[in-house]
Every structure is written in structure tokens, then in C-alpha cells.
């Protein structure tokens, strides 16, 4: 079945990159996107890959696509603390109705 | 241009008892969806309208659970009666077209069952 796997936990400093991970089950998902949810708010996209890309880059996040592995991460750039947050990968499900099938969320924690 | 607007923002309950939650996509946005997030994990799909019309109920407890978009444009999603496990976030989300259209979230509805 789709299933969507993501790290829980990730702490960095201010000023370094982040690297979250994800890894999916749907060899046949067209889409896969980046989410981003602050306390007490809905999810803001963040930036999506075709699958037939291999890397996207959009300011300070470039998401990279191992197909073959079926691995997308995210990279933030110079993270600041406005950053922290929950990141969710998600993809789009191989039922073809734009269903989405998220990960359970990566908490962001970004220290002064 | 005005974003997914979802109301209330949050509920309280006991369990039995009956709750309904309203939505309002993004105008113009054939494609709306409902989704439940229980606390520390993901979105899960809950319905999804093309239109009035359900795409896909798979996932949608319907003993208790049911949902309407009889115009085509707002939704509302009822739950009765509530039981405990049903405390999460609903979050409705609207699409332009269906498949592979990019979605936008609504703040969501916090619900607590006591």
C-alpha cells in the first residue's frame, strides 16, 4: 500500500542548512511536495517535484529526488529560527484523484 | 485572493454528542477535500468533492461520519455521535482541477471530545 516515512526530530542552529527526510512507497506518485504547518495553523506548500526530475531548487530549499530509491529530501539554507516548524512530505497517491498521502511530520527545531 | 476559510476554529464536546464543521474553498476551486490530522501525525484523507459530487469516501467513517457540498462550493462535514478518538484537526483543502492540482489548506478546526 502508499505509505509515506519521515524522521520525527531534527535540531540545528541558526545559520546552518537542514536536511529532512522522507522515503515513499508509490513508485507510480506523478508529484511529490513539501508542506510546511506552524503552531496552531493549516499546511503552507512549500515547493513540489515532478517525478521526473531529479532536483529542484527554489531560493533557500532544493529538494532532491532519488527515484530509484524512493527518497526525496529537503534542504533549507541558512535556516533561521522562523523556520522551525513541522515539515511534511506528501505525494500524490497512484489512485490518480489527487489524493494526498502525507508523512507524519518532521518537527524542525532551529536553536539561536 | 481570499484562502480556504474553515469555521469554527476550535470545539470542545462530549462524546455522543453531535458536532459540524463548515468550509469554504477558494473561489473558483472545482476540487475540495476534508482531512483528519490526529495529533502528531499526518493529514489523512477523509472525502474528497469534484464539484458536488464524492471522488473518493474510502476512508470516511460513515456510521458517524458524513459530508455535503451541495452546490458546489461550500462543504460541511458532520460528525454524529462523536466518540473520543475522533479529537483531531480538520483541515479542509481545495484544488483548482482534481489530480495533480496543487492543494491549499484551510487554518483547520481543533476538535476536543471529552
Known amino acids: 500500500g502508499e505509505d509515506v516515512e519521515q524522521s520525527l526530530f531534527l535540531s540545528v542552529r541558526e545559520g546552518d542548512s537542514s536536511v529532512i527526510n522522507c522515503t515513499y512507497t508509490?513508485?507510480?506518485?506523478?508529484?511529490l511536495y513539501w508542506y510546511k504547518q506552524e503552531p496552531g495553523a493549516g499546511l503552507q506548500l512549500l515547493t513540489y517535484?515532478?517525478?521526473?526530475?531529479d532536483m529542484k531548487q527554489d531560493q533557500r530549499l532544493t529538494v532532491l529526488l532519488n527515484k530509484k530509491d524512493k527518497h526525496l529530501s529537503l534542504r533549507i539554507a541558512d535556516t533561521q529560527t522562523g523556520d522551525s516548524a513541522i515539515y511534511f512530505c506528501?505525494?500524490?497517491?497512484?489512485?490518480?484523484?489527487?489524493?494526498?498521502?502525507f508523512g507524519q511530520g518532521t518537527t524542525l527545531q532551529v536553536k539561536p | 485572493e481570499a484562502g480556504v476559510a474553515q469555521s469554527p476554529r476550535y470545539k470542545i464536546i462530549e462524546k455522543r454528542q453531535s458536532v459540524a464543521f463548515w468550509c469554504n474553498p477558494i473561489?473558483?476551486?472545482?476540487?475540495l477535500y476534508w482531512y483528519q490530522q490526529i495529533l502528531g501525525q499526518g493529514p489523512k484523507l477523509l472525502i474528497q468533492?469534484?464539484?458536488?459530487?464524492?471522488?473518493?469516501d474510502s476512508q470516511l467513517p460513515k456510521d458517524r461520519f458524513s459530508a455535503e457540498r451541495l452546490k458546489g462550493v461550500d462543504s460541511t462535514l458532520k460528525i454524529q455521535p462523536a466518540k473520543l478518538e475522533d479529537s483531531a484537526v480538520y483541515l479542509c483543502?481545495?484544488?483548482?482541477?482534481?489530480?495533480?492540482?496543487?492543494?491549499?489548506f484551510g487554518p483547520g478546526t481543533r476538535l476536543t471530545v471529552l
Open positions: 483543502a481545495s484544488s483548482l482541477k482534481q489530480y495533480t492540482d496543487t492543494q491549499y
Open positions: 508509490d513508485s507510480s506518485s506523478t508529484y
Open positions: 517535484i515532478f517525478s521526473n526530475m
Open positions: 506528501a505525494e500524490a497517491g497512484s489512485s490518480n484523484t489527487g489524493k494526498l498521502i
Open positions: 473561489s473558483g476551486h472545482a476540487t
Open positions: 468533492f469534484q464539484n458536488n459530487g464524492v471522488v473518493d
